[in-house]
């Protein structure tokens, strides 16, 4: 099993940043699969971000492309999702998710919904 912690959310004007953190805990495996959902209530799940951890490729939703960056520490066993210039439309419930993947995270959207870890998510609050 894999225990997946967020934090970091808040509330925050519109143009500001938020860090998101999202610790890792449990069984290792040698990579992951590991990104970012976010749920607005009444919208469905959009995937952010996902980095695939054996390699360090990244792959991001058009909607937050060059204002957000996912990043991990392997030493902290921690991710991360540097969020810069929020809109309000970016307010949401963020989760993290990790799945073992070898070879890399291609197809990251199929791969994180069908997740086995979840953490229990961190909000997000964008206002104008």
């Known amino acids: 099993q894999v225990q997946l912690v967020e934090s970091g959310g808040g509330s925050v004007q519109a143009g500001g940043s938020l860090r998101l953190s999202c610790a890792a805990s449990?069984?290792?495996?040698?990579?992951?699969?590991m990104g970012w959902f976010r749920q607005a209530p009444g919208k469905e799940r959009e995937g952010v971000a996902a980095?695939?951890?054996?390699?360090?490729?990244?792959y991001y939703a058009d909607s937050v492309k060059g204002r957000f960056t996912i990043s991990q520490d392997n030493a902290k066993n921690t991710l991360y999702l540097q969020m810069n210039s929020l809109k309000p439309e970016d307010t949401a419930m963020y989760y993290c998710?990790?799945?073992?993947?070898?070879?890399?995270?291609?197809?990251?959207?199929?791969?994180?919904?069908?997740?086995?870890?979840w953490g229990q998510g961190t909000q997000v609050t964008v206002s104008s």
């Open positions: 980095i695939y951890t054996g390699g360090g490729r990244t």
């Open positions: 998710a990790a799945e073992v993947t070898y070879g890399g995270c291609y197809f990251w959207r199929e791969v994180l919904n069908n997740a086995r870890w």
């Open positions: 449990g069984d290792t495996y040698s990579s992951y699969c």
